[in-house]
């Protein structure tokens, strides 16, 4: 961590938001899609009074109709109006600040709640997506099957001051440098205390790759 901190700032988070409701409508929204389309498709509804309320009065197919660009949109657009229905009725149209009452919500999981808890709560938290998972399994720091069951270590391994957003270097590292398909060891500032960059490194020309099917694990994962 002190070697991310150290390279660049904490990455920001990718979506852009003005409310804890908008935040939430972008996290289920960025299953499965890039922050950026989920930004260039909300960001100019935000820049108006966007509320539950709003969804609400558009209902599951006014609002499909501004969100057909994102990926799975129709079951986005009943998740998000059935949310905000739920938020009106239960939570006086407020984002509920406890992990069970946002998973509670529809199009939110484990992952979506950590990220809200962390972003609007403050809480030290590390939300473990599809990068997190791969990245630190291949450092070594857990061996797990599953991202709930790698949380669950990973809290407990990793300093509480480092939690809280750290995750973001985690995603950011497996994007740009510890890819899925072709990590690219020989840029990465952690390859000495790595204990997979002699399975994942480059080999030389003519030289089939050593591979780890734990290492290239890649399991769906849940917002």
């Given at each position: 961590m002190n070697r991310f901190q150290a390279a660049t700032p904490i990455p920001p988070l990718g979506l852009i938001y003005k409310t804890p409701y908008q935040l939430l409508v972008s996290m289920i929204l960025s299953a499965k899609n890039t922050d950026a389309m989920v930004n260039s498709v909300m960001g100019p509804l935000y820049e108006k009074e966007f509320t539950p309320q709003t969804v609400l009065n558009l209902g599951p197919d006014g609002f499909l109709n501004l969100i057909r660009r994102?990926?799975?949109?129709?079951?986005?657009?009943?998740?998000?109006?059935?949310t905000s229905q739920i938020l009106v009725e239960r939570f006086g149209g407020e984002v509920p600040s406890r992990r069970e009452d946002l998973e509670s919500l529809a199009g939110v999981g484990r992952k979506t709640a950590s990220v809200l808890l962390?972003?609007?709560e403050g809480e030290p938290i590390l939300a473990v997506d599809t990068h997190v998972f791969r990245v630190t399994a291949r450092l070594?720091?857990?061996n797990e099957p599953t991202p709930e069951k790698?949380?669950?270590v990973l809290l407990q391994i990793i300093d509480p001051r480092y939690q809280h957003g750290q995750h973001r270097y985690f995603i950011v590292h497996g994007r740009q440098?510890?890819?899925?398909l072709k990590p690219l060891c020989d840029q990465c500032i952690l390859s000495d205390l790595c204990p997979s960059y002699?399975?994942?490194?480059?080999?030389?020309?003519g030289m089939p790759p050593k591979r780890s099917r734990r290492l290239n694990t890649r399991p769906s994962v849940r917002s």
């Open positions: 994102i990926g799975l949109a129709p079951t986005k657009a009943r998740n998000i109006h059935k962390g972003e609007l070594g720091l857990h790698a949380e669950k440098t510890c890819k899925a002699e399975i994942l490194r480059p080999r030389p020309e």
